[in-house]
Structure formats: C-alpha cells, structure tokens
C-alpha cells in the first residue's frame, strides 16, 4: 500500500510516516497544500492523509482538485475541529472519511486500511461506487439499479452515500442523525426510520427488499 501523508506540522507528519512504515506501508509526505497536490497527481497512492487547514493550498481545494482530476485514492481528510457541520463538509468534497486531531494512531491505521478494503469491495473509481447492480456516482449526484435510473430526493441521496461509504458495518441511528444533521438541523430520529425505509423502497423490489440496505 502506497500513502501520502499531507500535513504542515512537520514533527507529527514524520511520525505518522514512521508508525506507517511498520505496518509495511510506503510513504511519502507533503508539508503544504500545493506540494501534496503535486505529489498525488503524479503518483499513484492508495491512499491520502490529508490535513484540512494547509498553507498554501487549502486542503479542501486539494481534496476537490484530486477528484476532479480522477485521481482513485481514497482520502482520509485531518482536522482540529470536530463539528459535525466540518466533518460533512469534508465527506461533500469527495473525502472517504473524517478524522478530527488529535486522534489515536491505532485509528488512524485502522481507517487508512478501511479505506482501501472500501475501495477495493466497491471497486469504486473517483466519484463511482459500485454494488452488484447499483451505481452510485457522486459527481452527478445519480443512482442506477440494474441499469436502470432510481430518482432520489437530495435527502435520500445523502443517505444512500453515508451508507454506502461503509459497506458491511452497522450503523446506527445516531450515527447516521451524526452525518445528515450537519445537512439539516430539523431530522429527528424517527426521521431516520422513514428515510431508511423509502430508500429501501426506491432501490430493491418487492422480491429483495432488503437487497442493499439490510
């Protein structure tokens, strides 16, 4: 597994690099916005340590940068705050995941290698992911099942992404109430149930209900 690691603080940039290494990851790291982005259009990486708050270029225009340009490596975005709102903001921007400083490094580990077996189970491209007849492209913001279009409000949408960002892991409602509050303050958590339910609806059939979402 190849890693860039993007952080402007030098001494934990170099610690992350090393704590990686022992696991058998090659690293690389970038101090600043315009650096790291250079590096990550060049090469070829798994996976991307970003930190938000860079010189230079902001690391949510290097996040926004890479997707646009295609780039498949999955992005996992650092920052100080822990705000939903933030944390939402970041997944919009086409980052994988959200980890708020400071953070454990066994986390740390445990998510960047998350993030490829994600990658690797979907075999999402930048912008696509894919489940057995399901397409979901965040870029246009569509959805096709078997081929065929699903028309989904931009709730339900959201939704569908938050799941679909964690294949195989249960979630519960508050997790889920964690990611959509920061999109709309007024759901409540009996809102959650509903939303579930409709999106069953809209992307199973009466035989398999419980095709995508179980």
């Known amino acids: 597994m190849r890693v860039l690691v993007v952080e402007d603080e030098e001494r934990l940039a ?55 340009e295609g780039r498949r490596a999955g992005i996992i975005m650092l920052t100080a705050s822990g705000e939903v709102e933030s944390r939402v903001e970041g997944l919009r921007l086409g980052a994988d995941d959200y980890l708020p400083k400071p953070f454990a490094f066994d986390e740390l580990v445990a998510r960047v290698q998350a993030t490829l077996r994600r990658a690797e189970s979907t075999g999402a491209t930048a912008g696509e992911m894919r489940f057995e007849g399901m397409v ?28 679909a960002r964690r294949p195989g892991r249960k979630l519960s409602r508050d997790d889920i109430l964690s990611e959509l509050r920061g999109i709309d303050a007024a759901i409540l958590t009996r809102s959650v149930d509903i939303m579930v339910s409709r999106l069953r609806q809209k992307i199973g059939d009466s035989e398999k209900p419980f095709r995508f979402i179980q």
């Not at 090659?26 to 798994?46: H, P, R, S, W």
């Not at 913001?141 to 989904?152: E, G, M």
């Open 136 to 163: 979901i492209d965040t870029e246009k913001r569509t959805v096709t099942v078997d081929d065929k279009p699903v028309d989904l409000t931009s709730m339900e949408f959201e939704l569908l992404v938050i799941l």
């Open 14 to 68: 170099n610690t992350v690099a090393r704590g990686l290494r022992r696991y058998g990851m090659a690293v690389d790291i970038a101090l600043d916005g315009d650096d790291g982005l250079e590096k990550a259009m060049v090469n070829d990486y798994d996976v991307v340590v970003l930190d938000r708050d860079l010189p230079g270029r902001h690391g949510d225009d290097v996040c926004k940068e890479l997707r646009a």
